[in-house]
């Protein structure tokens, strides 16, 4: 309710004409604290509407920031002990089976690559989930850290195909104890927890990109995924670094390498009919401009459907929105005022609402469903 009230109040100047830097009525832009100019890989959203992002694609960019008003205004995350988060890269933050806050990726002096947060009460304590160790497989930035209902969990590398998993919410801390998986032939870029199971997306730069599904031999672990190709996308090359999951659809977004086209793959009520995904390409949607496009993030509430990137080369300066109201069947560009580089994230609150976030710190927020409630509400927020 704070952050639905905080964003209709915002519009309200906006409308007014006083709001610096709005460009369009649907669009309100801010800036959260992470420094550098690099993406911005870990965007979270709470069901009580806090946004979390955190720092680490860039060499100065450590740390770990909330918003509690929908992203307009953000603060620190007091940690104790204090210096829990020097020098950790954060590329994945996700609520976790006790309900805790995990934030994972890397900080090389100790080797953390997972971390959990105790958010009752702040300081938030944080204790260590996931540490490397001096061994091969071991030790690595984590990309993407998801749990199961029970405490099983998986860590992937960011950069490349090692993978931890932890059997029991009781296995200890040390990657020593940690299921060290070693067949998959393609990388993992994004992980999602959906039905208590995982799913996956990803591929390699010189390959069919692939869908990682649950498995299908009763009794498997379930990091033994079935890796699938979508018939739509196996006649090019590349990765999908996004993906969201509902009941409904999966959808995943990436990009052509060789022809550096932009990809959103949307399948349909079943993930694993390969047959089933439809492909849309960016230039379509976009238009033509820079040299090529590319998908990075995308988020999903009931039928809406928007896809996050950018134009390459980054120095064209166009960050790029993309937003579906059926399903990802059709997509219309929605561009935000002043962003220059990547949109990488985004979240869709209950109301319709949307965030992205992106390179140097940037916050857009797309009230999709202003024109509908705004005024009949009188400005009170859904």
């Known amino acids: 309710m704070l952050a639905s009230s905080f964003r209709c109040l915002v519009f309200a100047v906006a409308l007014a004409g006083v709001l610096p830097g709005q460009a369009d009525a649907a669009w309100i832009t801010a800036t959260h604290p992470c420094p550098g100019g690099n993406r911005t890989d870990a965007l979270h959203r709470d069901s009580d509407g806090t946004l979390w992002v955190g720092c680490g694609t860039n060499a100065t960019g450590y740390g770990l920031f909330y918003s509690e008003n929908g992203g307009a205004n953000w603060s620190p995350a007091a940690v104790s002990p204090a210096d829990a988060l020097n020098e950790f890269r954060v590329n994945s933050i996700s609520r976790g089976h006790d309900g805790a806050l995990y934030v994972a990726g ?7 690559m997972v971390l959990r947060f105790n958010t009752a009460s702040s300081p938030f304590v944080v204790t260590i989930t996931l540490q490397g160790i001096n061994q091969v497989g071991r030790s690595f930035h984590v990309g993407t850290y998801r749990e199961l209902s029970d405490g099983r969990a ?13 059997p029991t919410s009781s296995t200890g801390s040390g990657a020593a104890d940690w299921t060290r998986v070693q067949d998959l032939t ?37 990091y033994e995924f079935n890796m699938q190709v979508p018939t739509v996308a196996a006649g090019w090359e590349g990765e999908l670094w996004g993906m969201a999951i509902s009941a409904q659809r999966l ?29 849309h390409e960016l230039p379509d949607i976009v ?27 980054l120095s064209s300066g166009n960050g790029l929105v993309m937003r579906s109201t059926n399903g990802g069947q059709s997509f219309t560009a929605i561009p935000p005022p002043g ?44």
Not at 254 to 278: C, E, F, R, T, W
Request: charged share 15%; proline share 6%.
């Open 186 to 222: 393609r990388q993992i870029l994004d992980m999602a927890v959906h039905e208590d199971r995982f799913y996956g997306v990803g591929g390699l730069i010189n390959a069919p990109p692939s869908v990682f599904l649950p498995p299908t031999v009763p009794g498997a672990a379930p």
């Open 339 to 382: 962003v220059t580089a990547s949109v990488s994230k985004c979240v869709i609150e209950p109301d319709g609402t949307v965030v992205v976030a992106g390179a140097a710190g940037f916050i857009g927020i797309y009230e999709s469903a202003m024109d509908n409630t705004l005024f009949a509400n009188g400005f009170e927020g859904n």
């Open 251 to 279: 959808v995943a977004v990436g990009v052509d390498q060789d022809a550096d086209v932009g990809k959103i793959l949307v399948s349909g009520a079943n993930p694993a009919a390969m047959g089933s995904y439809i492909e």
């Open 154 to 166: 998986i860590a992937e590398s960011l950069n490349g195909v090692d993978l931890l998993y932890r």
């Open 106 to 112: 890397f900080r090389a002096s100790t080797r953390d």
């Open 287 to 313: 238009g033509p401009g820079g040299i090529g496009t590319w998908a990075r993030g995308v988020c999903m509430r009931g039928d809406q459907v928007v896809v996050v990137g950018e134009r390459q080369p």
